[in-house]
């Protein structure tokens, strides 16, 4: 089976864990916009050398580059594909489609207030960039890493208001994308709230009932 997945959801919404435990447990190679640049950049790759200047400018990397990224991704990756981050725009949605067919989308939905309360406690690692929740998903030890001991610590705009902002912006850019999937009739919502596990169960039930 090639499944090809992408993964919705709000800031917040447990998106990055749930898809950590596909790529663990179903063998899913993730897709996500951060990797794929930051493997870009690390292997020299002339599409991740480009993505670099992009970045080191303080730009947003082109549409067109990134979909490159993910077509070299694809063009080595066997078994099922999740992806997540991407896309975040109807014009990324459609630039995909053109590049690959999408089999599912999946959209994690979870009310606003629960989703400020979660990201307000959530730490990343300084190192890996793995990310941790001080109520859902602790770390082991507190500030420190399980997977490679760096430093834990909380992003400067994990505050309530820049939030609510990321919030809206996020809408406005993904409802498009959404409306998109179910255009196409492959959307399926899944109920956010509750446990990894609980969410993850939704998750693997729609996956599995296609
Ligand atoms: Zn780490």
Not at 38 to 64: C, F, H, I, Q, S
Not at 88 to 100: D, G, N, V, W, Y
Request: with cysteine; net charge positive.
């Amino acid at each position: 089976m090639d499944l090809k997945i992408v993964l919705l959801g709000p800031p917040g919404c447990g998106k990055g864990t749930q898809a950590e435990r596909l790529v663990a447990e179903m063998k899913f190679t993730k897709i996500s916009t951060g990797d794929l640049l930051r493997e870009g950049v690390r292997l020299g790759t002339p599409l991740g050398l480009e993505a670099k200047g992009y970045m080191e400018a303080g730009r947003l990397v082109p549409d067109e580059l990134v979909i490159g990224l993910i077509k070299e991704k694809l063009a080595v990756t066997h078994g099922p594909v999740l992806l997540d981050g991407f896309p975040r725009s109807l014009e990324q949605a459609r630039s995909l489609e053109k590049l690959t067919r999408i089999d599912m989308a999946v959209d994690i939905q979870v009310n606003e207030d629960k989703l400020v309360h979660r990201i307000v406690m959530r730490r990343s690692c300084k190192s890996c960039g793995a990310v941790y929740h001080l109520e859902f998903s602790p770390p082991k030890h507190a500030d420190k890493c399980d997977k490679c001991g760096g430093e834990l610590y909380q992003r400067s705009d994990d505050t309530e208001q820049t939030v609510r902002a990321r919030l809206k912006t996020y809408k406005d850019q993904t409802l498009p994308v959404s409306q998109f999937y179910r255009e196409k009739g492959v959307l399926h919502t899944v109920d956010g709230e509750g446990s990894i596990p609980q969410v993850y169960e939704r998750i693997m039930n729609t996956i599995k009932k296609g």
